[in-house]
């Protein structure tokens, strides 16, 4: 079994600053690695994900997360935030064996709010 | 992106009551879908995994004769929630796998569930 940790549950920060949110996940096997963003009043949507190869993936929008193996972490970074960027935001981690593909295990999110 | 609706996306209904939420793949064949349950300030909980044509598979913890799931077509699946009591009031999601190997889940706008 799986669990994800993300260690701060809400993020204040100015637009154009920097912003990294924090996932730490625990597992005794191989996992697949996600961020999700949810917008207000919006499902779940997929922001990156780390399956194999680069350890450094990154999205359309600015952001990238980092997959750290000895660390167990996965961290997601920006360096300038905007304002529409105000969301929380999910890591996600799943078993990459074939028994349990598709199984999502979530941490409780962040919810970034950024300010003018 | 592929598109994942909810329908409704609040209900409000008296204890003992059944109460069905419907999940649809609008633009895309899912063969797996799951359904997920989200208390406030909580992470996403993994409920069920639903196959297109056979039984639902429950995660642990979770009630199959509660939770009823069918899931009778490639674009539609159904979460029943049987007799409601008040501690089953939460936000329920759904998501759709498209199934193109990218290990990709697509999810709904989720259905609030409140239990007077």
């Known amino acids: 079994a799986q669990s994800v940790t993300q260690l701060d549950s809400q993020v204040p920060v100015f637009e154009e600053a920097p912003v990294e949110l924090r996932c730490n996940y625990s597992?005794?096997?191989?996992?697949?690695l996600f961020w999700y963003v949810q917008y207000p009043n919006q499902g779940l949507q997929l922001l990156l994900k780390y399956l194999s190869g680069s350890t450094l993936v990154k999205s359309i929008n600015g952001f990238e997360a980092e997959f750290n193996k000895s660390q167990t972490s996965f961290h997601l970074r920006k360096p300038s935030v905007h304002i529409s960027d105000t969301a929380e935001y999910f890591c996600?981690?799943?078993?990459?064996?074939?028994?349990?593909?598709?199984?999502?295990?979530f941490g409780a999110g962040t919810q970034v709010v950024v300010t003018p | 992106g592929a598109v994942v609706s909810q329908h409704p996306s609040r209900v409000i209904c008296k204890s003992g009551t059944s109460v069905k939420i419907e999940c649809r793949s609008l633009?895309?064949?899912?063969?797996?879908m799951f359904w997920y349950r989200q208390f406030p300030k909580q992470s996403l909980m993994l409920m069920a995994t639903?196959?297109?044509?056979?039984?639902?598979?429950?995660e642990q913890g979770v009630e199959k004769d509660k939770f009823l799931i069918n899931h009778a077509s490639l674009t539609l699946s159904t979460l029943t929630v049987t007799s409601a009591h008040p501690e089953d009031s939460s936000f329920y999601i759904c998501?759709?796998?498209?199934?193109?190997?990218?290990?990709?889940?697509?999810f709904g706008p989720g259905t609030r569930l409140t239990v007077l």
């Open positions: 639903s196959n297109e044509g056979s039984k639902a598979t429950y």
């Open positions: 998501s759709a796998e498209s199934g193109t190997g990218a290990n990709e889940q697509f």
């Open positions: 597992s005794s096997v191989s996992v697949y």
């Open positions: 633009d895309f064949q899912a063969t797996t």
């Open positions: 996600a981690v799943s078993d990459s064996t074939t028994d349990s593909w598709g199984k999502l295990q």
